[in-house]
Nanobody, 127 residues
Framework: QVQLVESGGDLVQPGGSLRLSCRTS????????IGWFRQAPGKERLGVAC???????????DSVKGRFTLSRDSGDSAEKVVYLQMKDLKPEDTAVYYC?????????????????WGKGTLVNVSS
């Protein structure tokens, strides 16, 4: 079992910035993808950004391209840390943001098939 813990959610004004962090517990499986997802009230959970470790490929959903940047800590730690830098935030970015991990990476922007999830962190973009 892998635990994931998100942090960094906050109330921010439109146009502002936030950085979310996702820290995993230790694991040794060599191939994985870590994704950020968000769920607004009354809506389905959707992929925001993800990274596949085998080649470092990073993917973004169209609505965040140019505004959000996914990065990860370098090194060989058995714990992994992934960040989501968000800028030019809009009210429609308001949601609970989750990170999740998939040990059989496929379409990593899809919430289907992710193996473990964090409990989420709330991002509220409001004036």
């Amino acid at each position: 079992q892998v635990q994931l813990v998100e942090s960094g959610g906050d109330l921010v004004q439109p146009g502002g910035s936030l950085r979310l962090s996702c820290r995993t517990s230790e694991f040794t499986l060599p191939y994985y993808a870590i994704g950020w997802f968000r769920q607004a009230p009354g809506k389905e959970r959707l992929g925001v950004a993800c990274i596949k470790n085998m080649d470092g490929s990073i993917y973004y959903t169209d609505s965040v391209k140019g505004r959000f940047t996914l990065s990860r800590d370098s090194g060989d730690s058995a714990e992994k840390v992934v960040y989501l830098q968000m800028k030019d935030l809009k009210p429609e970015d308001t949601a609970v943001y989750y990170c999740a991990i998939d040990f059989n990476p496929r379409a990593c922007l899809s919430p289907d098939g992710m193996d473990y999830w964090g409990k989420g962190t709330l991002v509220n973009v409001s004036s």
